[in-house]
Nanobody, 121 residues
Framework: QVHLVESGGGLVQAGGSLMLSCTIS????????MGWYRQAPGKQREVVAV???????NYADSVKGRFTLSRDNAKNTVYQQMNSLKPEDSATYYC???????????????WGQGTQVTVSS
């Protein structure tokens, strides 16, 4: 059984920093992509940053230059360093993973349970 285990998040003042981490627990054959989405109250869930199996990382325009997504392939873990946080970054952050469970099987999307990030002004 595959699960995404998230950690990090919390309350920080504007201009501060936080780090989120997400680890895939359970056995997978390969990871196509992994990253973070966020959802603020009353808004749609939006992509924040995603890294693909080829190493390409894409960021939302709103976080470019402030957030850095990195991965540890040996640990099936991604880390999102968030600097210069703004009140508008406040949201529930969800880890996302596109994985293949076993050879020749279709990919499956997994979501973490969500972790709250609150940035005070």
């Amino acid at each position: 059984q595959v699960h995404l285990v998230e950690s990090g998040g919390g309350l920080v003042q504007a201009g501060g920093s936080l780090m989120l981490s997400c680890t895939i627990s359970g056995s997978v054959f390969s990871i196509n992509a992994m990253g973070w989405y966020r959802q603020a109250p009353g808004k749609q869930r939006e992509v924040v940053a995603v890294v693909t199996s080829g190493g390409s990382t894409n960021y939302a325009d709103s976080v470019k230059g402030r957030f850095t997504l990195s991965r540890d392939n040996a640990k099936n873990t991604v880390y999102q360093q968030m600097n210069s946080l703004k009140p508008e970054d406040s949201a529930t952050y969800y880890c996302h993973a596109n994985v293949v469970g076993s050879h020749l099987r279709p990919f499956v999307i997994y979501w973490g349970q969500g972790t709250q990030v609150t940035v005070s002004s």
